[in-house]
């Protein structure tokens, strides 16, 4: 476990391989942290074809910093600056970015605003940024310590509704060539969304693993297999 500041945040990160191999971002759903990815970072981490993994725990989640109920601390931009600047305080010019959920949101939004910085792009059951019809109503905070920061939650709930339009006109200018991992009709996310999104970015390339929502916990090998193909093309 490492910590570093980028974007005016501490940031948590955990990192695997060697160190002059292809780096590659991990990006986590929301409530987990970097840890969810340890299947899948020892996988890329390892001989042959190893790379640089980096899986950071995202503001206000595990160890990052937590930012209570500052206006704006949980934007889905500000998350993705976060990564920016993460990969620029590491000296990394350009990584692969695969994110989950809502760590899948920030990684599309990384590749919107600094198309520099991302090589290739894996989403994984990532939702176009369309309003819920009806609202989604507010989650109840459950009882007990967390681990994450809950104001986060209905932060990004509130973003869910109401997603910027911007984020869905930009989608199309993804320059990053881009595979998209559907979790099936087990999803709880409405696979038509996730479509979507394969077709709204130019050449993405769309794989259905009939796993749900957690696509690389639940099925790792073939998780591995798409991915793996698809960032060493």
């Given at each position: 476990?490492?910590?570093?500041?980028?974007?005016?945040?501490?940031?948590?990160?955990?990192?695997?391989?060697?160190?002059?191999?292809?780096?590659?971002?991990?990006?986590?759903?929301?409530?987990?942290?970097?840890?969810?990815?340890?299947?899948?970072?020892?996988?890329?981490?390892?001989?042959?074809?190893?790379?640089?993994?980096?899986?950071?725990?995202?503001?206000?989640?595990?160890?990052?910093?937590?930012?209570?109920?500052?206006?704006?601390?949980?934007?889905?931009?500000?998350?993705?600056?976060?990564?920016?600047?993460?990969?620029?305080?590491?000296?990394?010019?350009?990584?692969?970015?695969?994110?989950?959920?809502?760590?899948?949101?920030?990684?599309?939004?990384?590749?919107?605003?600094?198309?520099?910085?991302?090589?290739?792009?894996?989403?994984?059951?990532?939702?176009?940024?369309?309003?819920?019809?009806?609202?989604?109503?507010?989650?109840?905070?459950?009882?007990?310590?967390?681990?994450?920061?809950?104001?986060?939650?209905?932060?990004?709930?509130?973003?869910?509704?109401?997603?910027?339009?911007?984020?869905?006109?930009?989608?199309?200018r993804i320059a990053a060539?881009?595979?998209?991992?559907?979790?099936?009709?087990?999803?709880?996310?409405?696979?038509?969304?996730?479509?979507?999104?394969?077709?709204?970015?130019?050449?993405?390339?769309?794989?259905?693993?009939?796993?749900?929502?957690?696509?690389?916990?639940?099925?790792?090998?073939?998780?591995?297999?798409a991915v793996e193909g698809?960032?060493?093309?």
């Open positions: 476990m490492h910590t570093i500041k980028a974007n005016g945040v501490l940031l948590a990160y955990r990192v695997r391989g060697p160190e002059d191999a292809p780096p590659v971002l991990l990006l986590h759903c929301r409530g987990a942290d970097g840890a969810d990815w340890t299947t899948v970072a020892e996988r890329l981490a390892s001989e042959p074809g190893a790379r640089r993994v980096y899986a950071p725990d995202l503001r206000g989640h595990g160890h990052s910093e937590r930012l209570g109920d500052t206006p704006g601390a949980y934007g889905y931009e500000a998350m993705s600056d976060d990564m920016r600047e993460l990969l620029a305080a590491l000296g990394i010019e350009r990584a692969d970015v695969v994110g989950h959920s809502l760590g899948g949101i920030v990684a599309y939004l990384l590749a919107q605003r600094s198309p520099d910085v991302v090589r290739r792009l894996v989403l994984e059951d990532v939702p176009a940024p369309f309003p819920f019809d009806p609202p989604r109503p507010p989650t109840p905070r459950p009882d007990g310590e967390l681990s994450f920061d809950w104001a986060m939650v209905p932060a990004t709930d509130a973003q869910a509704n109401r997603p910027d339009p911007v984020w869905w006109e930009r989608m199309a060539p881009t595979l998209v991992v559907s979790g099936g009709p087990a999803s709880h996310v409405p696979q038509d969304r996730v479509t979507a999104v394969a077709e709204r970015i130019p050449g993405a390339r769309l794989v259905t693993v009939d796993a749900g929502h957690l696509v690389h916990e639940t099925r790792p090998q073939e998780f591995l297999e698809f960032l060493a093309e």
